[in-house]
């Protein structure tokens, strides 16, 4: 896996890997360096940069803010484990250049008072130890002297009547943004005029924007110093500090070779844990298995700082062998839509460009928690399967268009993305049709659906494996039997007859495609089980009469008494009696007790023909196994209505 993912990372071009990046929300500060008539160099207090940024900006972020981005992303801490002021963790850059820290560390925030409840080491005081590890990546005592006067910037607290400055300054104009807003929305509450209304909004959303900028900061908004030197220089030292800090440990760091090559422990999503031994060989000779190069650690380290970014597809194929060109094409395909191309979108433009199902790939889906990124899964896929056999489903039992009166046309199955749509996920979807295939199981989403929460609860993760990694065998006759009731037993509870119709038609329609072993058309069953109600009511000779056409008939009779009831509830609550039974005797006893309940209404005579067959049958079979006769019986046009009053 460590292998594949180096490989992908070392073919993006450098300017795709920071796409989607954006400055860190707070205040950027970029001070410059200044002599005096006599060679003193200095911090200018007076002649300095500073810009705030947040998220919900609208315009596009400035040239400034685009420099402050490349600054920090190459000062930064590669988490806070591995930050220069532990154990505090409040300073996230790790560079003589530049210091990060939120503005809940200075005085007034959060931060500071607690840690000044619990007598522990302000911020200001930390600078000392935090600059003592900065300068240790200096080569030479040269280099350190150059930059001693940014040090005591912090270390002599210059830094809190800066910031005071910079936080008066937007103050002041926050005050006058916020007055003229103000202003603007008595003039639009009293013009009658919809073109004029029209620019004072777009005025006031305009000075929303400016607000933006010079807000007061919030405790977690950061306040980023940088100096102000070539980018160069802030990469040359934030190497040294990567070729040490991107490995787990630096116990097991090799010295250097001639390519400059440092070789250790990989750190990337927790490869290798020097402080677990459990993780470790015990009887090995070698201290540990093996180890990657300080360039594949930093390459490791960019794919980490990409996924943040929304510029990978998610899942995301990482192609090998010779399919390492349809890579350049998977960024290309997802480049070129915006970023909004999906795994779908992305897997039919290469399948109009490769008439072969694409192959020999591995396959990742990741996700951004508050722990930060997180595999969900990674597998490899020999083959994809994007094509497969047209299926269809047929309207078997009859569902209309939904808000129309039309019988509904259900389109050609032609691809494993069709199949999903129309097969799977109807099976277990949320109340708001959407399928989570990896994130925290919220039952809320699935609120009155017990049974169907249940199926994606178990079978969430063969679904994803079946339609995105061409695991045929994740779903079999019983999964695809278990998913299908479910769903319409949520359905009869809630009183969704089109759910449960639909439902029966999927069932039917792909019986013989998850079941091919044993060859049963249920299409042509289910055609067998009208045909037999037919000839019963018709008084012809019964003939190969099977458990199955005695429960067909039952749902029939079940479903025409309960036709007589005058009840609101439309839940189907009353077919649960039926579906509870397990035993022939007491199937019919149901059956009869509810014929009493309504005898006083009248019935065909096609319900008396078909009712007494079904109430002379025996069998030990439980019933519980012919629930989908049953259920097709109830929901199947009806054939016990008189001619005169067709149901």
């Known amino acids: 896996m460590i292998k594949e993912l180096i490989n992908f990372t070392e073919n993006l071009e450098e300017e795709f890997k920071n796409l989607g990046s954006l400055p860190k929300e707070g205040l950027h500060i970029l001070l410059q360096l200044k002599k005096d008539e006599n060679g003193e160099v200095s911090i200018d207090k007076e002649s300095f940069q500073f810009e705030q940024f947040s998220k919900k900006q609208k315009e596009k972020v400035s040239d400034f803010l685009n ?31 530049a210091v990060a820290f939120k503005r809940e560390h200075l005085e ?17 005081e930390r600078f000392e130890g935090y600059f003592n590890k900065a300068f ?20 002599h607290n210059e830094l809190s009547k800066l910031i005071e400055k910079i936080e008066r300054e937007n103050a002041d104009k926050y005050q006058k943004l916020e007055e003229k807003s103000e202003l603007l ?43 102000d030197i070539p980018l160069k220089q802030y990469k040359e030292v934030h190497k040294r500090y990567l070729d040490d800090k991107l490995f787990n440990t630096d116990k097991y760091n090799t010295a250097p070779d001639e390519q400059g090559l440092i070789y250790g422990t990989n750190n990337f999503m927790n490869g290798f844990n020097s402080n677990m031994p459990f993780l470790m060989h015990q009887t090995a000779s070698f201290d540990i298995s093996g180890r990657i190069s300080n360039t594949d650690a930093k390459l490791l380290n960019d794919l980490k700082n990409m996924f943040p970014n929304k510029t990978l597809p998610n899942p995301l194929p990482i192609f090998i062998y010779k399919e390492e060109l349809l890579q350049s094409k998977v960024i290309s395909i997802f480049r070129e839509s915006g970023f909004k191309f999906g795994y779908k979108e992305i897997i039919q433009k290469l399948i109009e ?33 994007y094509k497969i056999k047209d299926l269809i489903i047929q309207n078997l039992f009859e569902i209309k268009e939904k808000g129309g009166k039309a019988d509904k046309h259900y389109l050609l199955i032609k691809t494993i993305f069709d199949f999903e749509q129309q097969v799977l996920k109807p099976l277990i979807q949320n109340k708001y049709h959407r399928v989570d295939y990896f994130g925290d199981l919220n039952k809320e989403d699935y609120a009155k659906l017990d049974r169907t929460f249940g199926s994606f609860s178990k079978y969430r993760k063969a679904v994803y494996d079946f339609v995105y990694k061409s695991q045929r065998n994740t779903i079999d006759g019983n999964v695809f039997y278990e998913m299908v009731f479910n769903s319409i037993s949520d359905d009869i509870k809630n009183g969704n007859e089109y759910g449960i119709k639909e439902k029966l038609n999927i069932w039917y329609s792909l019986f013989e495609y998850f079941n091919p072993k044993q060859k049963i058309n249920m299409v042509n069953k289910l055609k067998e089980y009208q045909d037999f109600v037919a000839a019963i009511i018709s008084g012809e000779e019964l003939t190969d009469i099977t458990d199955e056409k005695f429960a067909f008939a039952a749902g029939q009779v079940i ?27 007491e199937f019919k006893k149901a059956i009869t007790n509810d014929f009493g309940r309504y005898k006083h209404e009248n019935f065909s005579k096609n319900f ?16 519980k196994h012919l629930l989908p006769q049953i259920l097709s019986g109830v929901f199947a046009k009806n054939q016990l209505f008189s001619s005169n009053n067709p149901k």
Not at 110 to 115: E, Q, R, V
Not at 608 to 623: G, I, P
Request: hydrophobic residues 35%.
């Open 67 to 97: 420099t402050c981005k490349l600054l920090h992303q190459n000062a930064w801490c590669i988490d806070t484990n591995k930050c220069f002021d532990l154990p505090t963790k409040a300073i996230h850059t790790c560079s003589p250049f």
């Open 108 to 124: 007034g925030g959060a931060k500071y008072k607690s840690n000044q409840a619990e007598k522990k080491k302000q911020i200001y």
């Open 136 to 155: 240790a990546l200096f080569e030479d005592e040269a280099e350190k002297e150059k930059y001693i006067v940014f040090r005591n910037f912090f270390t």
């Open 185 to 227: 929305k008595v003039q639009f509450k009293e013009s009658k005029d919809k073109s004029e209304k029209e620019a004072i909004k777009n005025a006031i959303a305009e000075i929303d924007q400016q607000l933006l900028k010079v807000k007061p900061l919030e405790d977690s908004s950061y306040i980023i110093f940088y100096l």
């Open 353 to 385: 460009t490769n008439e072969e199902d694409i192959s020999n790939y591995y396959l990742l889906f990741w996700q951004n928690t508050m722990d930060g990124i997180v595999f969900r899964d990674f597998d490899y896929v020999a083959k994809f399967e």
């Open 559 to 585: 479903e025409y008494i309960l036709s007589k009831s005058k009840s609101a509830d439309n839940s189907y609550n009353l077919l649960e009696p039926y579906l509870q039974q397990s035993k022939c005797a």
């Open 608 to 623: 008396e023909k078909v009712a007494a067959f079904v109430l002379s049958y025996e069998t030990d079979v439980n019933l």
